[in-house]
């Protein structure tokens, strides 16, 4: 992706940008190194990243969110939200 790209996460309740939920995801579990922070809990139980790693929720630029826009919030519940994370399984 060229631009930074903003999507709602649903685990931290939040607005994040796509690599910050990649470098969020990269953080050790539990017990860290002193200075490096560990993986947060709503991250080790996400089930949302291989959507976001598929480019598959909806996303706004870095530009459009900071101007107000605001991205839709995934279902997944919906079907296709089900499907596409049952095949990653």
Do not use: W
């Not at 999507?7 to 539990?30: D, H, M, W």
């Not at 530009?63 to 995934?74: H, I, N, Q, W």
Request: proline share 10%.
């Amino acid at each position: 992706m060229d631009k930074e790209q903003m999507f709602y996460c649903i685990p931290q309740q939040a607005y994040l940008s796509v690599n910050t939920c990649k470098n969020l995801r990269e953080r050790p579990v539990g017990k860290a190194p002193a200075g490096a922070p560990p993986k947060l809990i709503a991250c080790e139980k996400c089930t949302m990243h291989p959507l976001v790693d598929m480019q598959k929720v909806p996303t706004v630029t870095l530009e459009a969110y900071l101007g107000g826009s605001k991205p839709k919030t995934a279902n997944l519940n919906s079907p296709k939200y089900r499907k596409l994370l049952a095949e990653v399984a």
